[in-house]
């Protein structure tokens, strides 16, 4: 008998495909829709339906899990939190942990499944995670702090397929295909439809004007409320008679104030990350670092103690904002991370 793989679907692109190439390779497919959030807009009723077309055109059974409660407590109030505690936060790393793989697994498990696919760009052998090929669209990096004992259940088939083959799969689906590609590309953060900012606004007053500081104490200027900056930010506050371009290297919540500096003062070579969620035993190791998505990988050396890793970076980083992930990769294998609690020079 067929095995079952149920696939996450979000009514796009990548989760479409994803259960067309599962049947075309002779799994029995079913999926699952989340509503993440408690949205009565319209939101869910659309991808919904466009979910709806596919399962009718493969001929396979979706199901719609309300889990909203989950996520709101898990993700959205810590993505609110994080900016009122002046960190940045990473809010899909938070939901692949506790929602996607964590939940849904659960789900799939429940119903039989004897794995759970996504379209996520990233591989995995079962024992690890690995970047995509296509690094410009590679999701390692967020999908690092899944549990252990959730890899061996989690297929990711976008990863092995080039972008022709999945307009290729895609145009199979035919009129059910076509409608989602006449829809709107899908949103960075999927609670987010405009700016952060717009998000934090409903919980609090962020347009609070405050002080800006050097890194000696010295008012040097103002800015519009501290929630309105990351670490590494270079506008939106004024600093008084500055020539050189000045960055935020931090965030004071309790005063309202941000501490600016030139760009060789965010210079970071020392980070510490805890909530590790590592793959391997060692606890003392050299490899390569991202201290964000997108940065450049770079190469350090890492001793865990009590669950917290301290970083030793071979080259300088610039504008480490705590809050953000740090993903431990070797080569391409992503051997584990932590969020990041301090940066320093
Ligand atoms: N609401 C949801 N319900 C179930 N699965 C979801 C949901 N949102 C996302 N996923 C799964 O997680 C994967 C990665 O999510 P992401 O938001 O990065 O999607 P994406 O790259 O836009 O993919 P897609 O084109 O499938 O929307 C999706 O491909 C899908 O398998």
Known sequence: MAKKVMVGMSGGIDSSVTAYMLQQEGY???????????????????????????????????HVLDIADEFTKEVYDYFVNSYLEGTTPNPCVKCNRQIKFGKMLEFAKANGASYLATGHYAKTDGKFIYEADDKTKDQSYFLSQVEKEALEYMMFPMSTYKKED?????????????????????????????????????????????????????????????MHYTIGKRRGFTVHGAHDPHFVKSLNPKDNTIIVGKKDSLEVNNVLANQLNMYVEDKNFTCGVKLRYRSTTIPCEVSIENDTATIKLENSAFGVATGQLAVFYMGEKVIGSGWITSATK
Do not use: M, W
């Open 28 to 62: 029995e497919v079913e999926g699952v829709y989340l509503k993440l959030h408690n949205r009565t807009d319209g939101y869910h009723e659309s991808n919904i339906g466009y979910i709806e077309n596919v399962a009718k055109f493969l001929g396979i059974k979706y």
């Open 166 to 226: 999945i307009i290729k799969f895609g145009a199979k689906l035919g009129d059910a295909y076509k409608r989602i590609t006449e829809k709107n590309e899908s949103q960075e953060i999927c609670f987010v439809d405009t700016v952060y900012t717009d998000v934090i606004k409903k919980h609090a007053n962020i347009d609070q004007p405050g002080v800006v500081l050097d890194e000696e104490g010295n008012e040097v200027g103002t800015h519009k409320g501290y």
